[in-house]
């Protein structure tokens, strides 16, 4: 893994890293964060790292380099031993980071104190847009927070939880609500975000036309001045040599009376 760390600060092209199933750790994760790190422009926009053994120390280090990499909007943790300690080191990274997109934590052991710290994220990140946190023993509080957080969120679409969440019976109806809110938030930015992009889009549009609009115009004016030059270069050119036209005349007037003096 120190190898893939190396690879990683030397190559900027390289898009989507699919480790799953690897057995990376804490240390292997350390080592491809290095990598990340020297990654200042281009670089991943994908990391998976599915069932890899990685435990709540391996966030410190990841949680140093989200804030500064320039391109992920995808990452990964399943299937490892996140917890809720690991979640709250997360967070300070995730609250720094402006491209990440996706967030998958599936089956992390995380519990309500993980949740909270998390939907501080989801209340303040601007670019994510969904969270998976299913198989997860979150439950009323964490729910709580969670479903608050989403609200003032208009960039979450989807946020994926365990539907059979474990509670007092006479907490019950709460949880189905809060369940059901949390759908209808994400079904409101859904909307929302496809309207932003789309007029995104046509800004985007309008630009390049506009640019290329440019790039016709001042090619046709590049154009017309060089036209203008040849023009004038031209017009020097023979002005120059009607002024040379007296002196051949007057030259060759002279050779003609020289030959006619000769052959008297």
Known sequence: MVHMGSILKMNSTLQLLDLRDNNIGDQGLSSLCEGLWEQQSGGLTTLVLWN?????KGMQPLSVVLPTHPSLETLNLGN??????????????????????????????ILCEGAIAL??????????????????DIRLAGLLALSLAHRVSRNLVRLDLKKNIRAESRDQELIKKLLLDIEAYGQ???IEVEEREAR???????????????KVEEAAEQ????????????????QAL????????????????????EEE
């Open 80 to 109: 490892n031993r996140i917890e809720s300690t690991g979640c709250q080191t997360l967070k300070m990274g995730l609250l720094g980071n402006r491209t990440l997109k996706r967030l998958g934590l599936v089956n992390c052991r």
């Open 200 to 214: 995104e889009s046509v800004l985007l549009r309008q630009k390049t036309m506009e640019q290329e609009k440019t």
């Open 188 to 190: 409101r930015n859904k």
């Open 223 to 238: 154009e017309r001045r060089s036209d203008a030059l040849h023009a004038l270069s031209t017009a020097l050119h023979a």
């Open 242 to 261: 009607v002024a040379d036209e007296p002196e051949v005349k007057e030259e060759m007037t002279t050779t003609t009376k020289e030959e006619e003096e």
């Open 52 to 56: 890899n053994r990685i435990t709540s």
């Open 119 to 136: 939907a501080e994220v989801i209340g303040d990140n601007k670019p994510l847009q969904r969270v998976d946190l299913r198989e997860n």
